[in-house]
């Protein structure tokens, strides 16, 4: 009976792993989406427009696919050229930046079918198309017209004044250094707390130049919210975001360590002779080991799972709950004390809906 249920756990847990890395490689998880505008102005359908439109977001889901985190593109000319530009965070892979724009060539339109203008707000990537000009900094006063404003529904409650200093200082040094930088991009940290750090990210679109990046950035900053533990100003040509907890890739954002010039190595003198090892010393060595390792993971398993019994979640009840609720199970984990369960299940909102509120979140018009 031992054995079986070993056997069971094994099985288990290798067909969840197995079925979770299928489901990985098959599918990409579609970006998660923030929110988007669409212009009023309007085209008329299989107009010329339209049909330039499309070729542009064609050739910008295409651009994406060359490994290009930022790029603009035209399409048509005079009255009916089509503008767009897609801008991916620098924290992500290329792949994760693909997925983005290409589903946001798609979505974009679907949320915007027949408006001449859309921008369109993504947690991965940020798109946009358009009938005017909107490369480097034109119409820049204009896109501060059009932001997005979203607080967490959560308000600072220790030393609120010193959290608001320390948010604005730490912002402004990091506006400085995406101004400077060429991908246009920052993250930053502070101590806020002793168990507390302060996390914030800033970009600009790469195509503008960096006094166009700072003040947009600046007026990001401005008129962010500050009395919460999480925030972020969306624009059409730059957004900042802040958090108490991490929320970037750091291992992508940090700088390459500095190159150093190893000395070749030194040579080594071949052995006059080979050494001559038996089998039956080979299975002298290794068997003795063998065993010991497979009795300590019998006996884990078996105390681990006897001191499972005296917990409630057990993996059929949790494949029960997730039969009945419908809910989408990323996979778990089960120890003598803790539980934990890693699940999707955001029907028809953005994750973003739940941590901020639609109440907290304010469009600027």
């Known amino acids: 009976m031992r054995m079986s249920s070993l056997k069971f756990s094994v099985i288990f847990v290798f067909l969840l792993s197995l079925s979770s890395s299928l489901f990985a490689f098959t ?19 299989n107009s010329t427009y339209q049909t330039n439109l499309n070729r542009l977001l064609s050739s910008l889901s295409s651009y994406a696919n ?8 035209t399409e048509g000319e005079d009255p009916n050229k089509a503008y767009g530009l897609f801008q991916c965070r620098e924290d992500l892979n290329t792949s994760t930046c693909q997925d983005c724009v290409t589903f946001a060539s798609t979505d974009a339109a679907q949320r915007c079918p027949s408006q001449k203008e859309a ?3 993504y947690n991965e990537c940020y798109f946009r198309f358009s009938d005017s000009y909107i490369f480097y900094a034109a119409g820049l006063q204009e896109t501060y017209k059009k932001g997005i404003i ?5 308000n600072v409650t220790i030393e609120p004044s010193r959290f608001h200093e320390l948010l604005l200082n730490m912002m402004n040094k990091a506006t400085d250094q995406a101004a400077e930088a060429p991908n246009k991009f920052a993250t930053i940290k502070e101590n806020y707390t002793t168990f507390q750090t302060m996390y914030g990210l800033l970009q600009c679109t790469q195509d503008l130049y960096n006094t166009d990046c700072r003040e947009c950035l600046s007026n990001a ?21 802040y958090e108490l907890y991490l929320f970037y890739y750091e291992n992508l954002t940090a700088l390459p360590p500095a190159t150093t010039t190893l000395s070749p190595p030194t040579p080594v003198s071949k052995p006059k002779e080979k050494i001559q090892i038996s089998s039956s010393t080979i299975i002298a060595i290794v068997a003795p080991i063998t065993v010991a390792a497979v009795l300590f993971v019998a006996v884990y398993c078996f105390m681990t799972r006897r001191a499972r019994k005296k917990n409630i979640t057990t993996e059929d009840e949790i494949v029960l709950y997730v039969s009945r609720t419908g809910i989408l199970l990323q996979g778990f984990c089960l120890g003598v004390e803790e539980k934990i369960l890693i699940y999707e299940f955001v029907s028809n909102k953005s994750l973003d809906y739940f941590l901020y509120g639609m109440d907290n979140i304010n469009i600027i018009l």
């Open 27 to 45: 599918s990409a998880a579609n970006p998660l989406f923030i929110y988007h505008t669409c212009s009023e102005k309007n085209f008329t359908r």
């Open 66 to 73: 060359q490994s290009k985190k930022f790029n603009r593109n």
């Open 119 to 121: 921008t369109i707000w």
């Open 150 to 154: 979203m607080g967490n529904t959560i």
């Open 221 to 241: 900053i401005a008129n962010m919210p500050t009395d919460t533990i999480g925030g972020r100003l969306l624009l059409p040509s730059c957004y900042c975001r």
